[in-house]
């Protein structure tokens, strides 16, 4: 991965996919890091990306969520299970292998997707193929400079951190708890104590991307 010095601030939609396609051109696999905390809109940024780069190039990009990579519940256990979405509660390792070897780029590979109704990892519930010339992966701990975080940062071509206030992330993560089926005090709790703690560490103990989303 390539970090700016100072991280080139972006608006527009228009202006990451421009840069995305610019920097890919003629790679046989480029791979994106797009991060931020939680409730700050990856799973739609990333849609949005690859609607936009599909446009461009039809059938050449695919979308791998770090979320897939959560630890079952069963395998957490109840005093992990309390803080699942912190980083210990991912599989960074096996991030990391899936990472090396989609950058290979010398065969399909199987990657689980998170189902958040139901609150688990569906092993091989997306395939990259040879044809996803683009890979956006996207996900809260993608750049952060702790282990074993750290030895992804090298498989990233390209990173993006989305940038956005605290109170907005707040009202967010909120709003979700409560279209979780959380009434109002547990759906605040679980914002201020379990999410924002994720959201400050992200902030503050992240390494600086290549552009910033704001």
């Not at 979780?180 to 503050?204: E, Q």
């Amino acid at each position: 991965m390539s970090t700016l010095s100072q991280p080139a601030q972006v608006d527009s939609l228009a202006e990451v996919t421009r840069r995305i396609l610019v920097a890919a051109e003629g790679r046989e696999r480029f791979l994106v890091a797009l991060a931020g905390p939680p409730g700050s809109g990856k799973s739609y940024r990333s849609e949005q990306l690859l609607q936009a780069i599909d446009g461009a190039l039809p059938g050449q990009v695919v979308v791998v969520p770090m979320d897939g990579y959560h630890f079952d519940n069963a395998v957490l256990g109840a005093s992990q299970l309390a803080v699942k979405g912190a980083p210990q509660t991912f599989d960074a390792e096996g991030l990391r292998v899936d990472l090396e070897r989609i950058r290979c780029a010398d065969a399909a590979v199987a990657v689980p997707v998170f189902d958040r109704p139901l609150d688990l990892a569906r092993a091989g519930g997306r395939l990259v193929t040879l044809a996803h010339r683009i890979v956006i992966v996207e996900g809260n701990y993608l750049l952060l400079d702790q282990e074993p975080w750290r030895a992804l940062h090298d498989l990233f071509d390209l990173s993006v951190m989305l940038e956005v206030d605290d109170a907005t992330l707040e009202q967010r993560l909120i709003d979700r708890w409560l279209s979780m089926g959380r009434d109002a005090d547990a759906a605040r709790r679980k914002a201020l104590d379990k999410d924002m703690p994720n959201a400050r560490l992200i902030k503050t103990t992240s390494i600086p991307p290549d552009l910033v989303w704001r």
